[in-house]
């Protein structure tokens, strides 16, 4: 009789342990997960009743909640919702939140664990519960010369902040509305994502930070500079042959400067003339001589192949591995494999133009409690020094050599130190388009700014026409920024 009450005991005692065990790791561990998953309808609707905190721009409202007749008490509103969409994201009832809508989620509904006394506080007193403001550094100035620079071209634009890496702009087009998804109408907003999802264009895409559709072309030479002049083994007088067309080794397949000449007089050119006009074939032979795995040291230097949350997440530029001599050759003037966002190409001007000091990106200038306490006030953060004070000058020298009298002229601003790179990146095969690129900084007295840009055009362009098309868009978000 007792074995029986004994096994009955110990099966309780196991399934009561069990039991315990399982609320402990729910309410303890996996709460804040548990919370946050986009899956938790109750966490979704209870964040609708809830004064949704504001997202600011230079003291403007970019984002706020407003009163609603219906249960969900409170509307998301975006006054100026295209200009910053993929910025600010969206807040939906049926398709989560982005941008940072999403990334700033727990602090806008006022859950994040550093505003638990606020929620306390709320509760004793019988307040009506609010989230916090979310203050960015977007400079807005820049952000409209960004929008009205590139217009309705596909591409991106991103500028920074070299000494802090405040993000002062940061424009993706084509763009999107995203007062469409603040609607409490859940089939409507499903058709909304709908359509944009299966736009060709895909506005619903950021590109300044996701994905790696983007081939850099010439303006990677900015980093193929630095790892030559960091490796030591060259310098901007290192020479190189000079032909107009080289024919890579184990291929058929031919290379040539975009002028389609030889690169300057001479039968051989220096790195620094390479450079500045932007030659292929001597960078291919830089690639050569450098070897793969100091440049893709020098690019992870420099971060690639590093996910970064500013606080929105940015996709990780690559490098590739396992390269051929003809591909390895390819990849010193950023064709073959090489892929980026316009952020990664920002970052790398911005720690130039910062004495090779590379500061972490972010967007978020403070967050405020519905009381105007400060709940955060983040500090700028080093990311790595990637290059020297030394190879940064040099590449600083070269860069502004390129904006006088290279490939970078119509960067020019007058009064104003600005170095720059253009890029011309094919895409793909024949009738492919190729992207457009500028990448530069601008200094003026103590302010000082750097930018990435990248067009798609409609049509296959060759030739110098980077320099036509996206370095005047820097050279506007360069003024924009240093006029304001």
């Not at 630095?226 to 083994?233: C, K, N, R, T, V």
């Not at 000079?242 to 058929?252: K, V, Y």
């Not at 020019?412 to 024949?430: F, L, R, S």
Request: with cysteine; glycine share 8%.
């Amino acid at each position: 009789m007792r074995r029986p009450i004994r096994r009955v005991s110990t099966l309780l005692l196991v399934m009561f342990i069990g039991l315990f065990g399982s609320s402990t790791m729910i309410q303890a561990v996996q709460a804040d997960s548990l919370h946050a998953d986009d899956r938790n309808t109750r966490t979704l609707y209870d964040s609708f009743a809830v004064e949704r905190g504001s997202i600011v721009v230079d003291g403007v409202q970019v984002a706020l909640s407003t009163p609603s007749n219906d249960e969900f008490e409170w509307q998301r509103e975006y006054p100026m919702g295209p200009l910053y969409s993929h910025i600010t994201g969206y807040n939906t009832l049926g398709q989560g939140n982005t941008g940072i809508e999403g990334a700033m989620n727990e602090e806008l509904t006022g859950t994040a664990n550093s505003q638990f006394l606020d929620q306390v506080l709320a509760t004793l007193t019988g307040q009506s519960p609010a989230g916090s403001s979310v203050e960015l550094t977007i400079d807005s100035q820049a952000q409209q010369a960004a929008a009205d620079a590139l217009g309705d071209r596909e591409g991106a634009v991103v500028a920074l902040d070299p000494d802090t890496g405040d993000v002062l702009a940061m424009h993706s087009s084509p763009t999107f509305d995203p007062n469409a998804f603040a609607s409490h109408n859940t089939a409507a907003v499903t058709d909304v994502y709908n359509q944009l999802l299966e736009d060709p264009e895909n506005p619903l895409h950021n590109r300044t930070i996701e994905g790696d559709q983007f081939t850099p072309g010439s303006v990677f030479k900015v980093l193929m500079l630095s790892a030559a002049l960091e490796s030591g083994q060259f310098t901007l007088e290192s020479e190189f042959d000079n032909p107009a067309e080289l024919q890579l080794p184990q291929s058929s397949h031919v290379i040539r400067n975009a002028s389609r000449e030889t690169c300057g007089p001479g039968e051989t050119v220096t790195l620094e003339t390479a450079f500045i006009l932007s030659c292929n074939i001597p960078f291919a032979q830089l690639a050569q001589q450098l070897g793969q795995d100091a440049i893709a040291q020098q690019a992870a230097a420099f971060g690639y192949g590093q996910t970064l949350d500013i606080p929105v997440r940015v996709q990780a530029s690559r490098y590739p591995s396992d390269l051929n001599e003809p591909n390895l050759m390819l990849t010193g003037f950023g064709q073959h494999d090489v892929r980026v966002t316009p952020m990664q190409i920002a970052m790398t001007t911005a720690a130039v133009a910062n004495d090779g000091t590379m500061m972490e990106p972010n967007m978020v200038d403070r967050v405020l409690a519905p009381n105007l306490d400060v709940i955060a006030n983040p500090e700028p953060t080093i990311l790595g020094n990637p290059v020297s004070a030394e190879v940064a000058a040099q590449v600083r020298a070269s860069m502004e050599l390129g904006v006088a009298e290279g490939l970078a002229t119509n960067a020019q601003i007058d009064g104003v130190t600005v170095g720059g790179k253009t890029g011309t990146a094919e895409t793909g095969e024949n009738n492919e388009p190729f992207n457009l690129w500028f990448t530069g900084y601008g200094e003026l007295d103590d302010q000082s700014v750097a930018v990435a840009v990248v067009v798609v055009p409609d049509e296959n362009i060759v030739g110098d026409t980077s320099n036509v098309v996206a370095a005047p868009i820097g050279r506007a978000v360069i003024e924009a920024v240093l006029n304001s």
